[in-house]
């Protein structure tokens, strides 16, 4: 499971240096091979290990072609899709397309989420997390049945 935020660099060919704490799970779990793809709530992108990405195809498949909102899904989050290989220096490459789309520049967060990483700019994953700190702050939303029962 990955959690926490870290700073990396992002070279001048586009790559990144995973974490080493991920670096031993990461090529026994998956041998480094991982899937980027786009986030379409927000401007991140979304890194898998392999096996987990094979999950989410899977459910993919399942939807309907012919229903419009099912096939813009399938078509953003597949057609972005990009396999990525940890070389054995644990860098990626992230591709070009996919750092246009989260406006990836030198600095950038990995921001563990469990099953996955986020990928985010690093000024524009403040800008979020501030925005969300002074949502929580404000207190100006409706709680839905799982968070009602969540408690730390």
């Known amino acids: 499971m990955f959690r926490g935020a870290t700073t990396l660099s992002l070279d001048s060919k586009g790559r990144l240096a995973i974490p080493a704490k991920y670096r031993q799970s990461l090529s026994l779990d998956c041998e480094g091979k991982m899937v980027c793809t786009i986030d ?27 229903n419009p909102a099912e096939r813009r899904l399938q078509r953003l989050l597949l057609g972005h899709a990009d396999d990525c290989e940890m070389d054995k220096n644990g860098r990626l490459l992230i591709s070009a397309p996919l750092r246009q789309h989260a406006g990836l520049e030198k600095k950038l967060m990995l921001v563990g989420q469990l099953n996955k990483f986020e990928l985010w700019d690093e000024g524009a994953w403040h800008d979020q997390v501030a925005q969300d700190m002074d949502v929580e702050r404000e207190g100006d939303f409706t709680l839905n049945e799982r968070l009602e029962d969540f408690s730390l």
């Open 40 to 66: 379409i709530k927000q401007p991140c992108l979304l890194l898998y290990p392999l096996p987990e990405w094979q999950i989410i195809e899977q459910k993919l498949t399942r939807l309907s072609s012919m």
